[in-house]
């Protein structure tokens, strides 16, 4: 019912910066309904939670270890959804997923993957010199 579209990944320094996006089509009437959140997996490990932002009033959620270097945000009128990392560091190489969530508390950040109706297909980043 609803495509996720993930966008931006790449080859960075340690360092530099890059801005994912993630666009949505489908049955999603608007962006506005759905929790927004990224994940990251790497090779053999667990999908993990990195950044989400709310139905409403747009609350960001952030795992400790990008906090203050990722961004999060939405534009709903254009269906996207953003991750903004800065000062990426080698341990933030990974493939990253966009994942949207339709129902639940509108002002709750959805952290857990299980929760998420929708995920992208993924994107590479990868941080080395």
């Known amino acids: 019912q609803v495509q996720l579209v993930e966008s931006g990944g790449g080859l960075v320094q340690p360092g530099g910066s890059l801005t994912l996006s993630c666009a949505a089509s489908?049955?999603?009437?608007?962006?506005?309904?759905?929790?927004m959140g990224w994940f990251r997996q790497v090779p053999g490990k667990e999908r993990e939670f990195v950044a989400g932002i709310s139905r409403r009033d747009e609350i960001t959620v952030y795992t400790d270890s990008v906090k203050g270097r990722f961004t999060i945000s939405r534009d709903n009128a254009e269906n996207t959804a953003y991750l903004q990392m800065n000062s990426l560091k080698p341990e933030d190489t990974a493939v990253y997923y966009c994942a949207a969530e339709p129902e639940g508390n509108p002002y709750r950040v959805v952290t857990a993957g299980y929760e998420y109706d929708y995920w992208g297909q993924g994107t590479q980043v990868t941080v080395s010199s």
């Open positions: 489908g049955r999603l009437l608007t962006l506005s309904y759905y929790a």
